[in-house]
T-cell receptor, first 115, second 111 residues
């Protein structure tokens, strides 16, 4: 299956700082990337869909000015959590579509802890 | 609003037994159904997908789909301790729409 590489795998930051998470497709061109967030013992919640070369589409309730998504190339999508606060602490996972309709390949995930 | 419901568990089964995981979904137009396994602190990994009513078998895993009842299940035969994880049910309305995930069922296989 396709390989999606995500880093950092974990990050701890102070409240008010910004954190960038990168997601790379290593052996294929990902025109679409999905960004999910998962709180402990909760489901994966879709935050936004990013398409290469265009603005991301955010889900209802997700602040686009706080969660900046850039998909400037076919192999790289980034999520920047701006002015992070403790309530932003979560597991962030990127994913790209596989060959089977609806199938997703996930990155390793990034655990963000905001102090 | 599209919803996917799963019993959160934990579901405990002895080693060698059959584990049965269930999932219901709200959108009758849903077309693709997936089961992902997620170990603690890790990303989900795909186990199986199913599109058509009936059963689909892959090794120790069998997915069952009943679109009339809006119900999909996953059976794990000869359960092993390494199967202990959270199993996420995911549903897609069409091939290009994002998956909607259930909260997952935590499975514990006891040696």
């Amino acid at each position: 299956g396709a390989v999606v590489s995500q880093h950092p795998s974990w990050v701890i930051c102070k409240s008010g700082t910004s954190v960038k998470i990168e997601c790379r497709s290593l052996d294929f061109q990902a025109t679409t990337m999905f960004w999910y967030r998962q709180f402990p013992k909760q489901s994966l919640m879709l935050m936004a869909t990013s398409n290469e070369g265009s603005k991301a589409t955010y889900e209802q309730g997700v602040e686009k000015d706080k969660f900046l998504i850039n998909h400037a190339s076919l192999t790289l999508s980034t999520l920047t959590v701006t002015s992070a606060h403790p309530e932003d602490s979560s597991f962030y996972i990127c994913s790209s579509m596989g060959g089977t309709p609806g199938e997703l390949f996930f990155g390793e995930g990034s655990r963000l802890t905001v102090l | 609003q599209k919803e996917v419901e799963q019993n959160s568990g934990p579901l405990s089964v002895p080693e060698g037994a059959i584990a049965s995981l269930n999932c219901t979904y709200s959108d009758r137009g849903s077309q693709s159904f997936f089961w992902y396994r997620q170990y603690s602190g890790k990303s989900p990994e795909l186990i199986m997908f199913i599109y058509s009513n009936g059963d689909k078998e892959d090794g120790r895993f069998t997915a069952q789909l009943n679109k009339a009842s809006q119900y999909v299940s996953l059976l794990i035969r000869d359960s092993q301790p390494s199967d202990s994880a959270t199993y996420l049910c995911a549903v897609s309305f069409s091939g290009n729409t994002p998956l909607v995930f259930g909260k997952g069922t935590r499975l514990s296989v006891i040696a």
